[in-house]
């Protein structure tokens, strides 16, 4: 159960605060169509971001049916003989990859597609997934990643308006640019109760389970199956969604304790997490959240994430209004492509952005 922290909100209040209404659950919930106005739902995005880090966003208005088909697709490819879909990797870090992320060392039971949300790349990736039809694919895979884009910008515009910056569009603007670096991954975590016949089959060749490490050790469940370890994601936002398969777990302040929460998996909503360009971008207001993925189901889970980010020459540094006196610059100014250089050199569960910050 999340508690609602004590933090104060960084949202600039005109009216009274309104509670964050307590979902049944206790996770962060932002319901997008509730009524009481633009200005509340803003509130309530800044106040997520600030206080957690992550929401799930429900009655977002994205029709079912671009999840529903790129779904399909995903289980499509991920059902073909191992052969098949080595075709599609390894992944560099783009393709398919299993069990292998990043290139030192990590590892997790799962495998994937990582794919660039750029119409072309992916165009020229489907030729190696879907070799029947690429352009069955890369139709399936544009149509997800446009409701995705719509749907992060609007989110990002409500934190610009939570936040009271003086354009608000600051964040979106670089996610709609025609050269932003945004990605798409899909992932699949085999069932838990079937991994030994995949390492019979010898679908790769890591070791099949990993012990949970956390940074500060909270709520260490030894001998968990790790589908993905833990680690913030470095983009501007990200927006997960998965079939109703639990295994998302994120770190939440409860009362100025760091928690491990586990997410109950709800394939109608998507689970909003600030990614480490957004926590520099807003001097640390909003904060990145570390999240992990454990797989210990009977039954497979499919989760597929629109990164946000901006192009690779985007100059990321703190937005004026988030300056002050008594607040002044936490990160000197980067590069996406300076970033991306140095999280590809670290392993996934490093906390890279406090190489940026200044002392
Ligand atoms: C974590 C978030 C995204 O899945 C990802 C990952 C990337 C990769 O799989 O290639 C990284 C990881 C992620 C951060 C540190 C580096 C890079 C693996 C890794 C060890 C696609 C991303 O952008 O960063």
Wanted: with cysteine; charged share 20%.
């Amino acid at each position: 159960m999340v508690v609602p922290s004590t933090t104060t909100p960084v949202v600039r209040q005109e009216t009274p605060p309104q509670p964050q209404p307590p979902s049944h659950d206790g996770i962060p919930t932002v319901d997008l169509s509730a009524p009481g106005g633009r200005g509340e739902l803003s509130r309530q995005v800044a106040r997520a971001c600030a206080e957690h880090g992550f929401f799930r966003a429900v009655n977002h208005g994205v029709p079912p049916g671009p999840a529903a088909r790129l779904d399909a697709a995903a289980r499509t490819f991920f059902a073909l003989p191992p052969h098949d879909k080595q075709r599609a990797g390894p992944p560099s870090p783009l393709g398919y990859g299993c069990r292998t992320i990043g290139f030192n060392g990590d590892a997790g039971e799962l495998e994937y597609l990582l794919l660039h949300a750029n119409p072309a790349a992916v165009a020229h990736r489907a030729r190696s997934i879907d070799t029947d039809d690429p352009s069955r694919f890369s139709n399936v895979v544009n149509e997800y990643v446009g409701a995705m884009r719509q749907l992060a910008c609007e989110i990002l515009d409500l934190l610009g308006e939570g936040l009271g910056l003086k354009d608000p569009r600051s964040f979106s603007k670089l996610i709609t640019d025609t050269d932003s670096d945004s990605l798409l991954r899909i992932n699949h975590y085999p069932p838990a109760c079937t991994i030994q016949k995949l390492d019979h089959e010898n679908q790769c060749k890591m070791k099949s389970s990993f012990r949970i490490k956390t940074s500060n050790g909270v709520n260490q469940s030894a001998g968990a199956r790790i589908g993905f370890g833990e680690h913030s994601d470095p983009q501007i936002l990200s927006l997960l969604r998965s079939n109703d398969v639990d295994g998302l777990q994120v770190l939440l302040n409860c009362d100025g304790r760091e928690v491990w929460v586990q997410v109950p998996a709800d394939p109608s909503a998507f689970f909003v997490n600030v990614g480490d360009l957004l926590q520099a971008l807003t001097n640390g207001k909003v904060i990145s959240v570390r999240h992990r993925v454990i797989a210990s189901s009977c039954r497979a889970r499919l989760s597929t994430i629109y990164f946000a980010a901006p192009p690779l020459h985007a100059r990321i540094l703190a937005l004026p209004e988030t300056v002050t006196a008594n607040s002044p610059h936490q990160y000197r100014p980067f590069t996406w492509a300076e970033y991306k250089k140095t999280m590809y050199s670290l392993r996934l569960s490093h906390s890279r952005l406090n190489l940026f910050h200044i002392d």
